[in-house]
């Protein structure tokens, strides 16, 4: 039987477009591996994935006394698009700039099962 748990993180600062490049690197790996790289990259979107990611094994924890946390695997991560908050910014000679300032959303799935069950 395998044993999976989430953990979403939505309105997250950032765009979804930067989010995915540190997302992309824990994709796969181990928990305790993914933590460590997650805990080295110089990405502002590193500490909110590896504040989710801990959430994720908290929850895995939750569901199931004896999970081993050692054997949890990054099953699927993935960032969606969030809302973007609209401001202005004032511009020279009484005109406005558009800023947008984009949110994006996180899931982390957790799986017991490592790359076995992938084929």
């Known amino acids: 039987m395998t044993m999976k748990a989430t953990a979403k993180l939505r309105f997250m600062k950032g765009s979804a477009q930067k989010v995915r490049l540190v997302a992309d690197l824990v994709r796969g790996k181990k928990v305790n591996d993914a933590v460590a790289i997650l805990r080295h990259t110089r990405k502002v979107a590193a500490r909110d994935i590896l504040k989710t990611l801990r959430s994720a094994v ?57 790359s076995e069950a992938r084929g």
């Open 58 to 114: 908290a929850n895995a924890e939750q569901q199931e006394a004896r999970v081993d946390v050692d054997e949890l695997v990054v099953q699927r991560i993935y960032v969606d698009k969030g809302p973007q908050e609209k401001r202005v910014r004032p511009a020279p000679m009484g005109r406005a700039y558009r800023v947008l300032h984009r949110k994006s959303h996180l899931t982390i799935e957790l799986s017991d099962t490592g």
